[in-house]
């Protein structure tokens, strides 16, 4: 059993991150979790780091 996808949402901007959908443009692969994703990662819009966002419920 695998835990449900989670959104997660940049607290500066608004970008949104789904894991299920990851983010091809970042590298980041379909199903790419937040623990996942580098800690060095940072908002592709506005540079905030990974650290700065918060999860959402949509
Ligand atoms: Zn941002």
Redo the contacts with the bound molecule.
Sequence with gaps: MSAPYKTWQ??????LYDEAEGDAGEGLAHGTRCGGIPRTW???????PKAEFDRVEL
């Design positions: 940049c607290r500066t901007c608004g970008y940072i908002c592709p819009l506005c540079a905030t």
